[in-house]
């Protein structure tokens, strides 16, 4: 008789621990992304010259440090840019002779930063 209230004791002490999981944390959907981190890359210029936007690649252009994505940007299409400037590059030391200074930047996002 001991041993089977041992036995019961036992069973509801592992049944008890194994439903006991109201707190766990839920694998994320797809679709829900409200507190996915997206994560900058980190590209060498050489890395970089890929992101052209030649043949459906992005178009990604570095300035001090920071890449931006101009993929999609009309001014940008097909990594083409006015005065001879293409995607792929750090655009750093030319920025200073455009007509419109670094505060174009804002309205793109960066999405890396160019290491060594
Ligand atoms: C590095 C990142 C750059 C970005 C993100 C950028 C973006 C843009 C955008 C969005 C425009 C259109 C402005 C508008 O019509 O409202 C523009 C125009 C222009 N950009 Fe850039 N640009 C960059 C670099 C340069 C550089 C390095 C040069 C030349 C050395 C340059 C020369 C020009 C010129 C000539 C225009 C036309 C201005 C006009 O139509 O009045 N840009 N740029």
């Known amino acids: 008789m001991k041993k ?4 019961l ?4 002490i592992l049944f ?3 439903t006991t999981t109201p707190n766990e944390p839920s ?13 900058l890359l980190e590209l060498t210029l ?12 992005k178009a990604y252009v570095a300035v001090d440090g920071d890449i931006y994505d101009v993929t999609g940007n009309r001014k940008w299409l ?11 590059k750090d655009l750093s030391e030319f920025i200073s002779s455009a007509p419109h200074g670094k505060d174009i ?6 999405v890396g ?4």
Request: with cysteine; hydrophobic share 30%.
């Open 46 to 57: 050489e890395e970089l010259a890929e992101f052209d936007g030649k043949d459906g690649r």
């Open 27 to 39: 694998t994320p959907s797809p679709e829900d992304n409200s507190e996915v981190e997206t994560e």
């Open 9 to 12: 004791s036992i069973s509801l």
């Open 105 to 110: 930047l804002k309205q793109f996002t960066i």
């Open 78 to 88: 097909n990594g083409e840019h006015e005065q001879g400037m293409t995607a792929g």
């Open 4 to 7: 089977l209230i041992l036995i």
């Open 16 to 18: 008890g621990c194994s």
């Open 113 to 116: 930063k160019l290491v060594e």
